[in-house]
């Protein structure tokens, strides 16, 4: 079994709102990934949690915040956002290999839209 | 640093005929590559892997790649294509810990 699942699928939110997305995976894998992507553009790397502490902030804006409850669970909790923040975000893990040999395995995506 | 270039940012192919997608890569050491598909509002979707035991990779779907050290490529190709074929291909190389280096992107058209 190779499914990462993520919730919801699309989201509506406004500049004040407060939201969070939800990922999670049962693969066993130790790290976890958020992406955002943009319309006809490849994924972004936002976050990389490894063992469950963050590894990689790619210079994400504070209003991004990831969090890693266990070893299965992502979260990513949006505060005030932009319009510019519409996207669809993706969620993908990986089991832990040798260095750029890991193989991500991605979510469905939550597609967010902000008002 | 690895970096990878897909040739085409389109290609459109008849249903039945075959597929080719191109990609280059550049690389100082010997690189992780792989092939994912999108379909419109979907995650991303591993096809293949190539990560040195073998040259031709064989992956899902009846795709396949084929790695040539000589002409630094990693094209994907699949003998006859589907109409459910149709979507966006990316190229994709191991970058380093848990970092990928995205292609561009190919986006495959099939026409009945």
């Known amino acids: 079994d190779t499914e990462v699942t993520q919730t919801p699928k699309h989201l509506v939110m406004g500049m004040t709102n407060k939201k969070s997305l939800k990922c999670e995976q049962h693969m066993g894998h130790r790290a976890m990934y958020w992406y955002k992507q943009k319309a006809k553009k490849p994924p972004e790397l936002m976050f990389v949690?490894?063992?469950?502490?963050?590894?990689i902030n790619e210079s994400v804006p504070s209003r991004f915040s990831p969090e890693c409850p266990n070893s299965s669970l992502l979260n990513l909790h949006l505060h005030a956002l932009q319009p510019e923040d519409s996207a669809l975000y993706l969620c993908?893990?990986?089991?832990?290999?040798?260095?750029?040999?890991?193989?991500?395995?991605f979510g469905p995506g939550t597609r967010l839209l902000v008002l | 640093a690895q970096s990878v270039t897909q040739l085409d940012s389109h290609v459109s192919v008849s249903e039945g005929t075959p597929v080719l997608l191109r990609c280059n890569y550049s690389s100082s050491y010997s690189p992780s590559l792989f092939w994912y598909v999108q379909h419109p509002n979907k995650g991303l979707q591993l096809l293949l892997k190539y990560t040195s035991a073998a040259t031709l990779v064989k992956g899902i779907n009846g795709f396949e790649a084929e790695f040539k050290k000589s002409e630094t490529s990693f094209h994907l190709t699949k003998p006859s294509a589907h109409m459910s074929d149709a979507a966006e291909y990316f190229c994709?190389?191991?970058?380093?810990?848990?970092?990928?280096?995205f292609g561009k992107g190919t986006k495959l058209s099939v026409i009945p």
């Open positions: 993908a893990s990986s089991r832990p290999g040798l260095a750029g040999q890991e193989t991500q395995y």
């Open positions: 949690y490894s063992y469950e502490k963050l590894s």
């Open positions: 994709v190389g191991g970058a380093g810990s848990y970092q990928l280096t």
